[in-house]
């Protein structure tokens, strides 16, 4: 059974730091591309971060130079480290992991940055 377990949502004061942590199971992680999308109230999915078993990172524009995305292939984790946050970061927050053949998403936690 796979499962991706997100852990670190919160609220917190704009212009601080979170730090989200996905744990997995049930897959080869090492293999997966792995990585952050979040959904705000009335608006689409939309990625924030991932990145690839080589270590390739592809972020969005909205948070370059803020949040940070890691993996550890041992730990089978992938963090977010996420600074300088802002009102606009307000979201769900879902871990994803994904090959060429397989999707598989976290439940979601929420982070709220309050102005």
């Known amino acids: 059974q796979v499962q991706l377990v997100e852990s670190g949502g919160g609220l917190v004061q704009a212009g601080r730091s979170l730090r989200l942590s996905c744990a997995a199971s049930?897959?080869?992680?090492?293999?997966?591309?792995v990585g952050w999308y979040r959904q705000a109230p009335g608006k689409q999915r939309e990625l924030v971060a991932s990145?690839?078993?080589?270590?390739?990172?592809n972020d969005a524009d909205s948070v370059k130079g803020r949040f940070t995305i890691s993996r550890d292939n041992a730990q089978k984790t992938v963090s977010l480290q996420m600074d300088s946050l802002k009102s606009d970061d307000t979201a769900v927050y879902y871990c994803?992991?994904?090959?060429?053949?397989?999707?598989?998403w976290g439940q979601g936690t929420q982070v709220t940055v309050s102005s």
């Open positions: 990145i690839s078993s080589r270590g390739s990172i």
């Open positions: 049930g897959i080869p992680f090492s293999l997966y591309v």
């Open positions: 994803n992991a994904r090959t060429g053949t397989a999707t598989y």
